[in-house]
């Protein structure tokens, strides 16, 4: 079975910055959507920034602007740049694979269309 993996969730004061990262298996990115998607204790699980195979990007309302989605598939790693972040920001974070028709756009809201899930790392923003 195909696992992702993330890295870099940690403990960071409100207004810092973190790069999260996960591994992504070569062959899925030229088919394959992308996404980052978290879970806040007692909340859903939501998506809040996606890529699909051609590149394009979607973000949530709540981190439109403070950050960004991207791949390099020489490194086979998917990352979420998080710039000023905020107390609300603290969440489980996962990455996922799947989504194979669907836009950026689309997928953001579809979360059952990915198959391919990380075991999620933890940020913890203070205030």
């Known amino acids: 079975e195909v696992q992702l993996l993330e890295s870099g969730g940690v403990s960071v004061q409100a207004g810092g910055s973190l790069r999260l990262s996960c591994a992504v298996p070569g062959y899925m990115y030229s088919v394959y959507g992308m996404g980052w998607f978290r879970q806040a204790p007692g909340k859903e699980r939501e998506g809040i920034a996606t890529?699909?195979?051609?590149?394009?990007?979607a973000y949530a309302d709540s981190v439109k602007g403070r950050f960004t989605i991207s791949k390099d598939n020489a490194k086979n790693t998917l990352y979420l740049q998080m710039n000023s972040l905020k107390f609300e920001d603290t969440a489980t974070y996962y990455c996922a694979a799947g989504a194979v028709y669907l836009t950026a756009v689309q997928a953001l809201d579809r979360m059952g269309e990915f198959g391919y899930w990380g075991q999620g790392t933890q940020v913890t923003v203070s205030s």
């Open positions: 890529i699909d195979s051609n590149g394009r990007t």
